[in-house]
Each structure stands twice: as C-alpha cells, then as structure tokens.
T-cell receptor, first 120, second 114 residues
Framework: GAGVSQSPSNKVTEKGKDVELRCDPI?????LYWYRQSLGQGLEFLIYFQGNSAPDKSGLPSDRFSAERTGGSVSTLTIQRTQQEDSAVYLC??????????????????FGSGTRLTVV | DAKTTQPNSMESNEEEPVHLPCNHS???????IHWYRQLPSQGPEYVIHGLTSNVNNRMASLAIAEDRKSSTLILHRATLRDAAVYYCILRDVGGMNRDDKIIFGKGTRLHILP
C-alpha cells in the first residue's frame, strides 16, 4: 500500500480482555517497529522485526505483551489481560534497509496513524 | 536511553526561520542523523536525514557539525502548521544485521507564535 496501515484506529476494551492490534507495513519494507505513546509522553520502543525475526524484545513491558510477523509483512501486537495502564496510542513504523537496494543514504521510517487503545 | 539530547521546548514567530538543535556526542561513523516531527493527534512523519554534508529538501534543511556531534534542523519560514514535537534520532545506515533498536527521546516541542 501507499502507507503504513494500522487497525483498528480506536479500540475500547474492558480490563482483563485480550486485544490484537494489526500493522500492515509498506510493501517490501523488511523492517517493522512497534512503539507506544501514552498521553502527553514520548515514544516508548516496544519491539522491532527484521523480516519475521525480532532481534530485541526487551522493550515489551511485560509477558502480557507479544508480537509476531508472518510472511515478512503484516504484524500483530497482542496484549493479554489488558490493564488500565496499557491505555495508549500504539504506533507502527516500517522501513527499507540500505542493503536491500544498495542505497548508501539509508532510509527513514514511515509511521502509521496508530491505534488508540482505551482500557476501561 | 536515547542517543540524542534536545531542548524540551522552543518558541518562534510565524514566518521567521527556526533552528532546532540536537546533540549526539556518541555518534558512530555509520550513524545517519534523522529528524521526524509529530503533529498533534498524528503519528510521527519523516522530515530529513543526513550523514555528513548539509541536506536540503522541500520541508527543511539539516546542518551537520563538522565533528558530527551535533546537528540543527532549519525551518526556513515557520508557519502555524509547523507547530509540533520534533525528534532527532540516530540510525545506522546498515540497519539489517545490526542493532536497529531506535530509542526516541522526548523531542523538542515547537510553539509558533502568530
């Protein structure tokens, strides 16, 4: 697609329920990132993927959080047994790697518009 | 921790140039300097990136210090629509097979005065 697509755009869930957030990166982008942004705060790194592999999962806040990516494309962030402190905007970004194209300038990220999660 | 430091906030008058500073004293030889901005209620958007030479595009200019330990994003003529949080980050040009965990700092909140 033309941009990074995230769904749903808004999600209200009851405390204790599981939620799945989806990210469709730009076609061909090998790198995919998840960030979380609480109200009025900066971007908190969660996890990134190189292809289907996640080299660093240390940013996931707890074992209730998990993420996967299949086929080097769509990624799903799952939050189990949601808590009120999980309420935030969850942002996804994707990027090419310079090695994919031989570009010496590297590439920037393209972010989606995010999923606003509210846990009540 | 973020590898960059920026002032928390800045103000500028509309239609005047704005210079947003960023310090990155631990930058490595293969790190590119990237700038992003986040408008209210939107995801961050790419602004510009560079390695050593100054860079210009339709949105802004990037001035990089000779020792690469600092850089400045220049908005040549600020408008009210430029009010946003501006983030400066470092990203290795290789990316793949290297540590690509990018930590954003708090950025600089830019206020534009009419």
């Amino acid at each position: 697609g033309a941009g990074v697509s995230q769904s749903p755009s808004n999600k209200v869930t009851e405390k204790g329920k599981d939620v799945e957030l989806r990210c469709d990166p730009i076609s061909g982008h090998t790198a995919l990132y998840w960030y979380r942004q609480s109200l009025g705060q900066g971007l908190e790194f969660l996890i990134y993927f190189q292809g289907n592999s996640a080299p660093d999962k240390s940013g996931l806040p707890s074992d209730r959080f998990s993420a996967e990516r299949t086929g080097g494309s769509v990624s799903t962030l799952t939050i189990q047994r949601t808590q009120q402190e999980d309420s935030a905007v969850y942002l996804c970004a994707s990027s090419l790697y310079a090695v994919q194209t031989g570009s010496q300038r590297g590439y920037g990220y393209t972010f989606g518009s995010g999923t606003r999660l509210t846990v009540v | 921790d973020a590898k960059t430091t920026q002032p928390n906030s800045m103000e500028s008058n509309e239609e005047e140039p704005v210079h947003l500073p960023c310090n990155h004293s631990t930058i490595s030889g293969t790190d590119y300097i990237h700038w992003y901005r986040q408008l209210p209620s939107q995801g961050p958007e790419y602004v510009i990136h560079g390695l050593t030479s100054n860079v210009n595009n339709r949105m802004a200019s990037l001035a990089i210090a000779e020792d690469r330990k600092s850089s400045t994003l220049i908005l040549h003529r600020a408008t009210l629509r430029d009010a946003a949080v501006y983030y400066c980050i470092l990203r290795d040009v290789g990316g793949m097979n290297r540590d690509d965990k990018i930590i954003f700092g708090k950025g600089t909140r830019l206020h534009i005065l009419p």
